[in-house]
């Protein structure tokens, strides 16, 4: 007999990774040993996705060559390409992405081999690819034309030229490529969980990413970011108190607050308010960051709950002008560089994942014929 499940395997230590790490008492996580507090505004996303997918953190000369491979990287198969009109048309983005990730799996030129320099070579590609879907999805269905991706930009500067349409400041571009980095890994999260245990039956990266999008979009996880600005955008900016009461009097969650494993604030939640309150006082209306840090002192006051990642990062992204359904797409952009660096991970040690069950229904039924039932 199986023993009692830890609901939602809560503490459960379901895998060993060298990834992350998750100081949860301390509020602290790190990347490979690197406290992310001395990574965010200090290390582009490049070099943390080449940290993670490759071991290091790069030399110059590495990241070079790493990048050059992000570039030849972004180009988007024919599959792909022919089938984002419709998939625009048809699909929310997650769902879009959760398709197009899988055509991009038939496009990829290493799809049949889960060897370790392919599954490097799918990593990179999967990493340039994600922004390049999210913008041609959007441009797609708003029938508008983007601009090329520009190969001296970076994946943070590219990406915000090619959803807004306008060049970003150097400012806007350092602050959405430290979310980036902030998102890019989190130990064992639903989405990495469900691509290591799809990787874990050796399964493709191109499989077990699919899985992880599935993951991410639900709003417990990835998709609370796009909640938390629907909320706002719900809320009288001069009832939020008493907004959040109703919510909560009414057994509602509010989103973005509370977390697994932080009892404490969530160290990128610090970077992201304050990112946050700067972009907002930069936009000369700084009333969503305002009403945000009002709930944020009623949800503690009431239910001692953090604000977590998902929180700030939605305003952040509101003030750097990209629309609210595409906040957990933007996750995924950065995500990819972890959940890959999961999938090589698990495929170098690989063990199936199969937990049990503690079974609860009937037994000893008697079978009747379906005209006696
Ligand atoms: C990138 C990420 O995935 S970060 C998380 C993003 N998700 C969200 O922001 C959604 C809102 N938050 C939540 O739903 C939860 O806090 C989770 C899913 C993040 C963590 O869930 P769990 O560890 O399973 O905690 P659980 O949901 O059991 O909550 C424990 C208690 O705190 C309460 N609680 C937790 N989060 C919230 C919240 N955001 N608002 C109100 N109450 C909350 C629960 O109602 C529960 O109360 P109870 O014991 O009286 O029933
Ligand atoms: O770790 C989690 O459960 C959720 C989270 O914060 C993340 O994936 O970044």
């Known amino acids: 007999m199986a023993d009692k499940p830890t609901k939602g395997l809560a503490d459960v230590v379901a895998a060993s990774t060298a990834l992350s790490d998750i100081d949860g008492k301390a509020g602290r996580l790190f990347y490979r040993g690197y406290d992310i507090h001395d990574l965010a505004g200090r290390t582009t996303f490049e070099e943390t996705a080449h940290l993670l997918q490759h071991g290091s953190l790069p ?21 792909v390409e022919s089938n984002i009109p419709e998939i625009a048309g048809k699909q929310a983005p997650m769902e879009a992405l959760r398709t197009l990730v899988s055509l991009a799996g038939a496009d990829d030129p290493d799809k049949d081999s889960n060897a370790a320099d392919a599954n490097l070579r799918k990593a990179a590609r999967l990493t340039a690819q994600q922004p390049i879907l999210v913008a041609h999805y959007h441009a797609a269905r708003t029938g508008g034309s983007i601009p090329d991706a520009d190969p001296e930009l ?74 938390v600005m629907r909320t706002l955008e719900a809320i009288d900016p001069t009832g939020v108190a008493q907004a959040v009461r109703d919510r909560l009097a009414a057994g509602e969650k509010i989103m973005g607050f ?116």
């Not at 030399?59 to 599959?79: H, I, K, N, P, S």
């Not at 000369?284 to 709930?295: A, H, I």
């Open 59 to 79: 030399t110059r000369d590495q990241l070079a060559a790493y990048g050059a491979e992000l570039v030849r990287g972004r180009a988007l198969g024919g599959l």
């Open 154 to 227: 970076s994946i943070a500067a590219n990406f915000l030229l090619q959803i807004t349409g306008r060049a970003p400041s150097q400012r806007e571009v350092e602050i959405f490529d430290a979310c980036l980095v902030l998102h890019a890994d989190h130990t064992m999260n639903a989405s990495t969980f469900a691509a290591r245990v799809c990787a874990a039956t050796l399964s493709d990266m191109h499989s077990a990413i699919v899985a992880a999008i599935g993951t991410l979009k639900g709003p417990l996880h990835g998709g609370a970011n796009e909640q």
């Open 258 to 373: 509370g977390h697994r494993v932080y009892k404490t604030e969530d160290p990128r939640a610090t970077h992201l308010r304050k990112m946050s309150r700067e972009l907002g006082e930069a936009s000369g209306d700084d009333t969503f960051y305002r009403m945000s840090k009002e709930m944020e002192e009623v949800v503690f006051a009431e239910k001692g709950l953090y604000p977590n990642v998902d929180f700030y990062a939605a305003t952040v992204y509101h003030y750097l002008g990209i629309p609210t359904d595409l906040f957990t797409p933007v996750f995924s952009v950065s995500r990819m560089s972890g959940w890959t660096a999961h999938v090589i991970e698990q495929h170098a040690d690989n063990r199936l994942i199969r937990p049990d069950s503690e079974y609860i229904g009937e037994r000893d039924q008697k079978w009747t014929p379906i005209d006696e039932r």
